[in-house]
């Protein structure tokens, strides 16, 4: 038996078998239809107007450029399950200010952060594979915690030990 391949739109998404290829709206905070398991490649790439983003649950990858040149991005909710983030998928998120993953997150392609210059932390507690240059150019960044292993390391500027 062949199984059809099935696309269609929803409100302002454009979804094809449980991946979201387009979102067309303005809004500035949204959450998104649930059903989906990966956010498509630039599917939100440019939408200036969004600030907050909170994705479903059964989200499994972000795939690269998927949110590339949301300079008015806040806030994003990314939800246990999530297991990659591609490579440019926060690009130029200007207005980013803190990165929080869940720990099921355990890839982060190169230069998944690049450019957000108003991340002031992020938590990595998954990551086991990170690309080059991932939270580059991060220069508001006063605190990195990455998990490993269940230890806790937490790396802050000179600045914020006093």
């Not at 067309?24 to 939408?47: D, N, Q």
Request: hydrophobic residues 35%.
């Amino acid at each position: 038996m062949v199984e059809k391949s099935q696309e269609y739109c929803q409100e302002n998404y454009q979804i094809k078998d449980g991946v979201l290829l387009r979102y067309t709206g303005r809004e500035e905070e949204i959450a998104v239809v649930g059903g989906i398991h990966t956010v498509g490649e630039s599917a939100f790439k440019g939408c200036v107007s969004l600030k907050k983003v909170t994705l479903p649950p059964g989200l499994q990858r972000i795939m690269g450029d998927a949110f590339k040149g949301c300079r008015r991005l806040e806030e994003i909710e990314i939800p246990d399950g999530v297991t990659y983030i591609g490579s440019y998928a926060f690009h130029r998120c200007h207005a980013l200010r803190r990165v929080i993953l869940p720990r099921s997150v355990e890839e982060l392609g190169e230069c998944a952060f690049l450019y957000c210059d108003s991340v002031r932390e992020a938590w990595l507690p998954g990551v086991k594979r990170m690309g080059m240059a991932a939270l580059a150019n991060g220069i508001s960044l006063e605190k990195l915690v990455i998990v490993s292993n269940s230890h806790h390391r937490a790396h802050e500027t000179p600045d914020d030990r006093g």
